[in-house]
C-alpha cells in the first residue's frame, strides 16, 4: 500500500507561484503513475494534472495547461506540481494520487491519496 504526504501549499497572491510536492512510502514509487486533483468548497473534486510512473507522458486539464509543471524523481520518491501565474480559482485543496495503471486522468483509478494541502489564491 502507497502512502502519500504533501506539503508545499499556502497563501500567495494572483500570479504568484507555489511548487507542491508529495513524497510515497509504502511501497515502490516508481511502479506508480501519480496524478494531482483538487477540490473547492462546494465543488466536485477536479483532475489537474497526471505523470505515468515512466515520467513519459504527462496530462493536463485544460485551465492549467501552460501554467502548471508536473514532475517525479524517483529517486526521493516525490512527485511535484509547479504552479505558475496563480489564479484566485486556482483556490482549492489539492491532492496527490497513486496508481497502479500506467497512466490516468481519473480519479476513479487512483487507490491511494493524500491528506490535502491548502492553496489559497488572494490578494
Known amino acids: 500500500q502507497v502512502q502519500l504526504v504533501e506539503s508545499g501549499g499556502g497563501l500567495v497572491q494572483p500570479g504568484g507561484s507555489l511548487r507542491l510536492s508529495c513524497t510515497a512510502s509504502?511501497?515502490?514509487?516508481?511502479?506508480?503513475?501519480m496524478g494531482w486533483f483538487r477540490q473547492a468548497p462546494g465543488k466536485e473534486r477536479e483532475f489537474v494534472a497526471a505523470?505515468?510512473?515512466?515520467?513519459?507522458?504527462?496530462r493536463y486539464t485544460d485551465s492549467v495547461k501552460g501554467r502548471f509543471t508536473i514532475s517525479r524523481d524517483n529517486a526521493k520518491n516525490t512527485v511535484y506540481l509547479q504552479m505558475n501565474s496563480l489564479k484566485p480559482e486556482d483556490t482549492a485543496n489539492y491532492y496527490c494520487?497513486?496508481?497502479?495503471?500506467?497512466?490516468?486522468?481519473?480519479?476513479?483509478?487512483?487507490?491511494?491519496w493524500g491528506q490535502g494541502t491548502q492553496v489559497t489564491v488572494s490578494s
Open positions: 505523470i505515468s510512473r515512466n515520467a513519459g507522458s504527462t
Open positions: 494520487a497513486a496508481t497502479g495503471l500506467l497512466f490516468s486522468s481519473y480519479d476513479r483509478d487512483y487507490a491511494y
Open positions: 509504502g511501497r515502490t514509487f516508481s511502479s506508480s503513475a
